[in-house]
């Protein structure tokens, strides 16, 4: 009797175990993997047997390397990783590497992503100063667009996805990176930008009022300044209202959620268990 108890007790561990799908964590600008290991280490402990892949490129300086080359090399590393495990597999991008994350998801067709989780992204671009000067300490942001807006500017990830509210047109004339996998700017990818986020089965958006670097904050939920630097949020975007990118459709599917956090420092959110505890690991099947 004992026995077959022990025998039953395991097969539900096994299965248990084996119901968590892998995740693959991409660190955030200036840092590296070593940033994710809190998280990393947390699901393996609240979810025995869960496989993460903790991505070691473009780390510290490389961070800096154009938006396009780290989706492409990235990317690559997710399709072999998405290869081995045809059941699909779980994203989690921290900062800039939930902008990456996306970029990847939206150009891999042959990755099999279940849930994407954007830790603290500017998915709807980067204003502000409190950023500027993790990375150049020099730069204001009234001026920062005329380095960013320029071909030597459009070298760096941050310049691919700096969006000034005062200079749309240039934004538009020489960004790379944002208006293309935001469809703001129609190209011949678009169509697949769209339909390649549409086969998530989660999309979720997370961020929180006290975040000090992400600016506006809401850009970590698709919000974002008019011309006037007043914040509107996703769903008065047009982003949303026009289904660019398939962010509506997600939503009116019950597939996109919306997580906001009060008391979280931009650079807590890849340090605190509790984080992890509650806004990661629910949505980790």
């Known amino acids: ?22 995740v693959v964590l991409i660190h955030g600008i200036m840092t590296g993997s070593g940033s994710m290991e809190i998280i990393k280490f947390r699901i393996q402990e609240k979810h025995p047997g869960t496989v993460v892949y903790n991505v070691n490129r473009f780390e510290s300086w490389s961070s800096l390397e154009t938006m396009w080359h780290q989706v492409l090399e990235i990317g690559q590393d997710v399709a072999n990783i998405s290869s081995k495990h045809p059941e699909g597999i779980n994203v989690i991008g921290y900062s800039q590497g939930g902008l ?95 339909n390649n986020l549409l086969k998530l089965k989660r999309l979720v958006l997370i961020g929180g009022p006290d975040d000090q670097v992400i600016t506006p904050w809401e850009s970590s939920q698709f919000g974002y300044y008019d011309v006037n630097e007043t914040v509107v949020e996703m769903k008065g975007q047009d982003i949303y209202l026009e289904d660019h990118i398939g962010l509506r459709t997600l939503d009116e599917g019950g597939r996109l959620h919306i997580v906001t956090v009060p008391g979280v420092n931009h650079f807590n959110w890849h340090m605190n268990v509790s984080i992890v505890d509650d806004y990661l690991l629910p949505y980790l099947d």
């Open 1 to 22: 009797m004992f026995s077959k108890v022990v025998s039953l007790f395991l097969t539900l561990f096994i299965s248990l175990c084996s119901s968590y799908k892998p």
């Open 100 to 194: 990456v994350a996306r970029g990847i998801i939206q150009t891999f067709p042959n990755i099999s992503v279940d849930t994407f989780i954007s830790l603290s992204s500017p998915q709807a671009g980067q204003y502000g100063a409190g950023f500027l000067h993790v990375v150049f300490p020099g730069l204001v942001k009234e001026t920062a667009y005329e380095l960013f807006y320029s071909r030597v500017g459009q070298h760096t990830s941050v310049g691919n996805y700096w969006k000034d509210p005062y200079h749309q047109k240039l934004y538009e004339t020489y960004s790379v990176y944002l208006p293309y996998i935001n469809n703001h700017i129609q190209s011949e990818k678009s169509e697949d930008f769209k």
